[in-house]
């Protein structure tokens, strides 16, 4: 996914904490968050433009990885809290479908192997 398609992909899901976000898309857009931050003049108001988005495609990151968007509340917890949700945004995908829906890259798990 390239840097515009995953901004687009969460602009089109602003509200939507169903379903599953790629790493990309979430990195992508943690990106566009820090670099707009940085900028003095925008600072605010990209606060308030980008806080809905962040929360929905989070959840949706956790989602792709197969834990709940609760998870979400370690953000509450000093240092540590952040760390796992790091951790957590880092790791990869589960393969093919989960309980939030179909794996976002189209990649199911592998034939199985019949003895």
């Known amino acids: 996914m390239t840097f515009t398609d995953a901004i687009k992909h969460v602009w089109d899901n602003f509200w939507v904490l169903e379903g599953r976000a790629r790493r990309s898309e979430f990195w992508f857009f943690a990106l566009l968050c820090f670099v707009c931050s940085c900028i003095p003049i925008v600072n605010v108001i990209a606060f308030f433009v980008f806080f809905i988005p962040g929360i929905t495609v989070a959840v949706r990151r956790l ?5 709940t968007g609760w998870w979400l509340l370690l ?5 540590i809290g952040h760390i796992i949700l790091i951790i957590f945004y880092l790791i990869d995908s589960d393969p093919g479908d989960n309980e939030y829906g179909p794996n976002p890259k189209g990649v199911g798990p592998g034939p ?3 003895s």
């Open 112 to 114: 199985e192997i019949v």
């Open 75 to 79: 953000a509450f917890v000093p240092v």
């Open 63 to 67: 989602h792709d990885t197969g834990r």
